[in-house]
Nanobody, 125 residues
């Protein structure tokens, strides 16, 4: 069992930055791949970024590539999402999730076993 708690969301102007954090409980955290998803107003939940259990492989949605960076610290049971050059279209609730899988399948929300409650990110123009 893994419990996930996101933090770091807030209101930021376009062009600004935020760093989201996801704190995980459970001794098996390092065996899970981790991902970030988001759901904007009136939109479906979409993939943002994912990272393998070791941190050696990362995956990004085209819409955030070059602006967002996912990282993890297995010693601290933490996953991070550094978001730079934020745009109004980045406004969404951001969710952290844990998966038993690896590779490209991490882009699909159905392949995740555990989810956090989400943190709101609002980007003003």
């Amino acid at each position: 069992q893994v419990q996930l708690v996101e933090s770091g969301g807030g209101l930021v102007q376009a062009g600004g930055s935020l760093r989201l954090s996801c704190a995980a409980s459970g001794r098996t955290f390092s065996s899970y791949s981790m991902g970030w998803f988001r759901q904007g107003p009136g939109k479906d939940r979409e993939f943002v970024a994912a990272i393998s259990w070791s941190g050696g492989s990362t995956y990004y949605a085209d819409s955030v590539k070059g602006r967002f960076t996912i990282s993890r610290d297995n010693a601290k049971n933490m996953v991070y999402l550094q978001m730079n050059s934020l745009e109004p279209d980045d406004t969404a609730v951001y969710y952290c999730a844990a998966s038993r899988f690896w590779g490209g399948v991490l882009r699909m929300s159905g392949n995740y076993d555990y989810w956090g409650q989400g943190t709101q990110v609002t980007v003003s123009s």
